[in-house]
């Protein structure tokens, strides 16, 4: 991923900023600024040189760095029931039992993922951050780093 350092290659594969394109920051520390490539989130699956999610952070230039990537994978599921319009099961919670999931499961870095992850308005899905570009001393695999910031980092 050293290529997306680059902001701009970045954004010529396909990311984009992520809802407001606000640095995301909260207890526990910061993620940044969350680029996602349609793509690959729509694909079911991961590939460990193409992440589906990348994070920078702003720094004293003006620029931004990058400081993690991660990796996405929506949870799917089978009504058993038969095919019911207008149900979107991954929004669901609790999830109803006649809900099958037949998600593809993956591991990375040795890592399972966390999920699965419920976020109002987001369908349901497995994901593993990686802070391969910035040390966390909160893990390499933990979803927020307390080193950081969303001002101005080194």
């Known amino acids: 991923t050293a290529k997306y350092h680059d902001i701009n290659v970045a954004l010529e594969d396909g990311f984009a900023t992520f809802g407001s394109g606000a640095c995301v920051e909260g207890a526990g520390g910061t993620e940044g600024i969350i ?34 990537v991660a990796y996405f994978n929506r949870v799917l599921f089978i009504d058993t029931r038969g095919i019911i319009p207008g149900m979107f099961a991954s929004r669901l919670d609790p999830l109803p039992p006649y809900f099958q999931e037949v998600s593809v499961h993956f591991i990375l870095f040795k890592q399972p993922p966390n999920g699965p992850i419920i976020q109002p308005g987001l369908p349901w899905f497995y994901g593993i951050h990686a802070w391969v570009w910035s040390p966390n001393p909160n893990g390499m695999y933990a979803v927020r780093n307390p080193r950081l910031n969303c001002t101005a980092n080194d």
Do not use: K, S, T
């Not at 694909?43 to 952070?57: A, D, M, N, T, W």
């Open 35 to 68: 680029y996602f490539n349609l793509a690959r989130v729509l694909q079911q699956g991961v590939i460990l040189e193409e992440p589906e999610l990348l994070f920078y952070v702003p720094i004293g230039d003006g620029n931004l760095r990058l400081v993690a």
